[in-house]
């Protein structure tokens, strides 16, 4: 890395330069990581309303009343956060299964139609989802009638196109001779790819479906949409409700704001050189 | 002769197996996105031409599109969405390129650890974050911000509930969260430079400024244009945090398009303005889009 150093520089400056760098990477990820940091210590707090709260920026109590006051809120509130499992991971997997299948006939397979095909699928990507959300939401609750369903939840989740996109890429760089070979060994397309592809993207598809896992657990506009009833709800919709209900209550909220975020934290911690690949997957090449 | 007629059949044959695979391998990621995507876009065009009545819509033209000139406050949340895409897109890039270019020289360990720290809020959820920020941004004096500005001899101020300060609140946030997608892309960029690069400008004298300029800068060029891209399409489409901390308000600061698109959908069932309303937002992010391809990526090759 001769970023910093200098032809015939001496090695001071060098550490010294670094030095204050880390210093400053330091603090400024104080300031990023501060609002996770008073979330996860305000949460031990005692339930009682913000009028009487002291914030105070070193955990002072421990008490886990907070996150009973929030689970008391709603009977569903463990529900809630089964809902949201299940809905990730039947997107998940279905995502996976699907959407590499797919990104395998766009990137290897040659039909009619393929450039085209999938031409319309880089197009959709530049859609807002705002132009789909109305429609979306009139043909799932007003013409199929499946409001407050698991499947008006999963359906529009099942093959998201960005995924599509990311395993094509990925599938293209792999060599085609491999394909062949086994064409000539007496593969059939379907066998070719449960046991040749799949094994060898198998990074690819842990990014898809961690990043899918992530968004659709996060995800709160569609199911605060379609859902009417708190047993259907997940977890970000019953911590909107949760926040909308109980405007006052200051460590409560905290809790279910931790609830709802550590499940993604634990993941992010065991898995996390997935994470980061799959920030850098799918950027453009530059 | 017969031998090698054979052959031929058999590798047509081949060819359309093919196809058919390469049919079955797409059905149903086509199927999902033909339903759920596709079939949404066509409708929306057709819903913002109607006034949505639950039993048979009614055909009225342009009048949506008409009646958004006149709409003030459609108006009103581009002019917010505007302002918010422009102070917070440009800053996040600087802040997130500071960032990278400072991890670049640090030991891989480090370089990993750092990525991790500034990922980390990305993994939580917008609504858990809203939540948190809320609080930050406790309008009484004991609040955490009112307390920090208040070192400084700053006195308390009324974050969300004034229209002063509303949208700088929203900005602040933005400026304060959520760099590390940007921070990990620009770094990847980084290190893709060839060492070589540095060596050679080394052996010229250059400074690091001068390295800066004329070979980092340059070189994540195309690296900048899709994160200014994909951050001011993001940007446009904002909806969470004017949601869940100040609802548009107060006396409609923050309302951003996002947000007038739900309302109107949602809580007023105005489905026909609502369709056109997202329609002009789309139109607007793809002219943007292309503007910059044009203005910014005319040496940039994809």
Known sequence: MSLYKSYGGNKRHEIIYKGISIAFLLLFAVATLFPIYFMIISSFGDPIEAGAVNYSLIPTKFTLDSFKFFFNYSEYSVRWLLNSLLIASVATVSNVVFAGMAGYAFSKIKFPGRKWLFFLLLIAMMIPYQVVQVPLYILIVNIFNLSNTYASLMLPTLCGVYNIFLAKQFMSTLPTEVIECAKIEGCNQFQIFTKIIVPLSKTVLAVMAIMTFMENWNTFFWPFLVTKTMDMQTIQVGLKNFRFANTTYFSPMMAGATISAIPMFILFFSLQKYFLQGVTVGAVKG | ?302
């Open chain 2, 1 to 302: 002769m017969n031998n090698c007629k054979n052959e031929v059949k058999k590798r047509k044959f081949k060819f359309n197996e093919d196809y058919f695979w390469g049919y079955v391998f797409i059905a149903v990621a086509l199927a999902v996105f033909a339903m759920f995507t596709l079939y949404p876009v066509i409708s929306a065009f057709i819903i913002s031409f109607q006034e949505f009545k639950p039993l048979g819509s009614q055909w009225i033209g342009l009048e949506n599109y008409a009646g958004l000139l006149k709409d003030k406050l459609f108006g009103k949340s581009i002019v917010n969405t505007v302002t918010y895409t422009v102070f917070s897109v440009p800053v996040s890039l600087f802040i997130s390129f500071i960032i990278a270019v400072m991890i670049y020289p640090l030991k891989k360990s480090l370089q990993t650890f750092f990525k991790a720290i500034y990922y980390l809020p990305v993994v939580a959820s917008g609504v858990a974050l809203s939540v948190v920020w809320l609080w930050i941004f406790d309008p009484m004096p004991q609040g955490i911000l009112n307390t920090i500005i208040g070192w400084f001899g700053i006195s308390n101020q009324n974050w969300l509930g004034s229209s002063n300060t509303a949208m700088l609140s929203l900005l602040l946030m933005s400026w304060l969260s959520s760099h590390g997608t940007s921070i990990i892309i620009y770094l990847a960029a980084l290190l893709g430079i060839p060492d070589s690069f540095f060596e050679s400008a080394d052996l010229d004298g250059a400074t690091f400024i001068k390295k800066l300029r004329y070979i980092i800068i340059p070189l994540l060029k195309p690296t900048t244009l899709f994160l200014l891209v994909t951050g001011i399409i993001g940007s446009f489409q904002v909806f969470m945090n004017a949601y869940m901390m100040t609802g548009g308000g107060p006396n409609n600061a923050t309302t951003m398009v996002g947000l007038l698109i739900f309302n109107n959908a949602f809580k007023y069932s105005k489905f026909g303005i609502a369709a056109a309303q997202s329609l002009v937002l789309a139109a607007i992010i793809a002219v943007i889009s292309i503007f910059q391809f044009k203005v910014l990526g005319d040496d940039v090759e994809y």
